[in-house]
């Protein structure tokens, strides 16, 4: 039967944005038949399921253009010795040990935590870079079993790299092709060709996952020049800096997405717009590991195709749309930087944009006819004027996570006033905690032979 959402303030993000008083939807399967005014609908479709929204606002759901469910048993860990003094310590001490830690259990209690965290923050569509270097083979099968009982949208890849040796390499090559072509029957999942970064891939491993990405009408997802060590190692051991080498290699492209790029240059960056690459902007994990802040002003200026996503923190995506908002201002002390309508258009339009490739033939982050229908209510009630030109300063001032009440993908209802209804969020929980001391015990065997050698 089809949904009918009533009496919505409703938020198309369409291009241009439209606000609808008093508006209504209409949901048919999974996609957005009729938009307009309450009265009309319901007239129109007396038939169909309601859903008041009581006033509400109705908005297409929040993507998130990077992240990392395999974090999640990160979350009050303890990093023994001395807190690390930059990036590169991080990596080696926290992020490398524990992506060894995780085995099938804590893949999948890892993507379940995030996903019940991405459901009740209104997040509908996650593009995943996943890394457990000791369960590589069926380990996005793990994740895509967990996205599809959550009802969300993911897009999934494993991350390649040589630090584990050449046979973990190899294997998650592997992994990356086969889930490629298995995935292609799951509506919900996407898939892109995972890599780490250049500073642990070699030119040969690189040319070997272009090799077998071959064929595979896929781009590539690799961090780029988050910390100055990135292009410190390519300098030194290729002549070149990241992004022309990876250029080189054919690892560029119009479906590749390069998390990050905070120290690429002014030249790395006209290739990275030659090529048509999504760069993906990440501020609260920015400030959280002390690496800087991208030239985001100027990348959206020269037109590269500038998207947001998390990096593992909360999905909650409007606190990367504030993080964003301010860092750049104190980063560069000027209060004209990272404007609230750019932040709106990256947040909103680009992250749709990018999402539509990995979902061909679908519409998202609008509500419009003919849409998929990726919807949130959000009980916000704005004491001031709320219109189509200052919804992105109503977002950045005004919204909480907490006001997410509903959240719908593909027509399908997954919370509804705050009530979770594909995930048992408590078992979840609970199953996480208790399957927690395990996790750590392995990370702190693996952090210990990281500190002796």
């Known amino acids: 039967m089809a949904l009918l959402v009533t009496h919505t303030r409703l938020i198309t993000w369409d291009d241009p944005n439209s606000v609808i008083e008093d508006g209504a ?46 974090g999640a048993y990160a979350r009050g860990l303890a990093i023994p010795g001395p807190a690390p003094k930059d990036f590169p310590e991080i990596l080696q001490r926290l992020w490398w040990p ?25 997040t509908t ?20 079993d967990a996205v599809d009982e959550a009802g ?32 292609k029957d799951r509506p919900l999942i996407g898939a892109t060709f995972g890599l780490h970064a250049g500073l642990t891939l070699s030119d040969t491993t690189l040319e070997a996952c272009a ?23 390519s300098l030194s051991k290729w002549g070149q800096r990241v992004v022309p080498r990876l250029e080189r290699l054919g690892i560029l492209g119009p479906k590749t997405i390069v998390a990050h790029a905070v120290h690429v240059d002014e030249a790395e960056r006209a290739i990275l717009k030659d090529s048509g690459a999504w760069v993906s902007h990440q501020p609260r994990s920015n400030m959280n590991n002390a690496v800087g802040a991208s030239a985001f002003d100027a990348m959206l200026v020269e037109g590269i195709k500038v998207v947001l996503g998390n990096d593992g923190f909360s999905n909650n995506m409007w606190a990367d749309w504030k993080a964003a908002y301010l860092l750049h201002k104190v980063a560069n002390r000027d209060p004209r930087r990272a404007p609230g309508d750019a932040i709106a258009h990256v947040a909103t339009w680009n992250n749709a944009r990018l999402a539509e490739q990995f979902f061909p033939g679908e519409t998202l982050g609008k ?45 399908r209802v997954l919370m509804r006033d705050r009530q979770l209804l ?6 979840i929980a609970a199953a996480a905690l208790d399957y927690a ?17």
């Open 25 to 70: 939807l209409l949901i048919d399967g999974s996609t957005i038949r009729a938009v307009g005014a309450s009265s009309e609908l319901e007239a129109q479709y007396p038939d169909a399921e309601r859903l008041d929204a009581r006033g509400q606002l109705a908005m297409p759901g929040n993507i998130c253009a990077h992240t990392h469910f395999y």
């Open 98 to 122: 524990l992506d060894k830690a995780l085995d099938e259990q804590s893949v999948r209690f890892s993507a379940l935590v995030c996903l019940v965290d991405a459901i009740k923050h209104g």
């Open 125 to 144: 569509t996650l593009i995943d870079h996943h890394a457990s270097p000791n369960f590589i083979d069926g380990s996005l099968d793990v994740i895509a």
């Open 152 to 183: 969300l949208r993911g897009v999934l890849c494993y991350e390649v790299t040589d630090r584990d040796g050449e046979a973990k390499a190899q294997a998650g090559i592997a992994e990356n092709a086969r889930f490629l072509s298995a995935s």
């Open 211 to 233: 090799t077998a990405a071959d064929g595979l009408d896929t781009g590539f997802h690799i961090h780029v020049a988050e910390h100055e060590a990135d292009e410190e190692d």
């Open 367 to 411: 509500l419009v006819p003919g849409a998929a229908a990726d919807v949130i209510l959000v009980d916000y009630r704005p004491f001031t004027p709320l219109h189509a030109g200052n919804v992105p300063w109503h977002i950045l001032f005004g919204f909480e996570s907490s006001m997410v009440t509903t959240t719908i993908v593909a027509g």
């Open 422 to 427: 594909t995930l048992d969020e408590g078992a």
């Open 437 to 453: 001391p395990h996790v750590w015990e392995r990370y702190n065997y693996f952090v210990s032979q990281a500190l002796d050698s």
